[in-house]
């Protein structure tokens, strides 16, 4: 292979390049490292999330044609199990019955059945009022005490937002007074306190802005954080058990479904013939 020379790249007034000296400014490098990690970031965002759509859908699609059979072998089994513990009676026995009921049967918790009505002392006052139709005990009144009042007074005569005079002072103004009335209402007067210490000071200074290079170096960094999410989503998604079988058979699903669904009609008929058996033997 016959070398070439390497032609300096010509720059022009106003571009990336220094013009005086035909050598192109650190920054320009930089920024193209940026936009390519940005057009690699965007290729492998596309790529996770058609993965998991991918994953979404199959998942939908074996619980559609293959639940059915995963509820009748799970009720089969509790099934076997109950008979062959009413014939014995042993104590391991009914155990194991009762275990393979439960996964036929599973019960909710009283966190998910009750939201909240029930605790470690019963019922609670305000589910209790509302299933007799008694009214909903009110919330607890605060009666502010007279420092919180004149601290409140004060804080709302210096911050108030329309004596700002520009839009950013009057969204600060905004914020701070949210944060000035929620402590009112709870007549929170070391709160106040506080508040009326950090509006004294005044609002923090900006920070310098960033150099063209800072900038873009944490563009760089925020990209590899990035993609290192994406990364770990991704081997989330292969590593379960709907997209380990997705990487079994990518290019014809469906067909693994069906011999899935095979596999179960054989087991389904293999339990009913021992259902039958343990039956027949009582």
Known sequence: MSEQTEQPEQT?????????TGEERPEARLERAVRAAEQALIEFEIAVETFRVEVE?????????????YSRLDELDALIAEAKAARSGDRDDLRRAKEARAL????????????????SDGISDDASAMLTDRPVRPPERVRPSEEVRRLYRELVRQAHPDLAQEEAERERRDAFIARVNAAYGRGDEVQLRELAEEWAAGPAPEAAAPSESEELYARLEWLAQRKELLALVARELEDSAIGSMLRMAPDDPDRLLEEIAEQLLAQV???????AAALAAE
């Not at 293999?270 to 259902?275: F, G, H």
């Open 104 to 119: 036929v049967m599973p019960m909710p918790g009283v966190d998910e059945l009750f939201h909240d009505w029930l605790s």
């Open 12 to 20: 022009v007034p106003g571009g990336s390049g220094d013009s005086s």
């Open 57 to 69: 859908n199959f998942s939908r699609l074996h619980h559609q044609k293959l639940g059915p059979m």
């Open 269 to 275: 008929s293999e339990r009913e013939a021992e259902l």
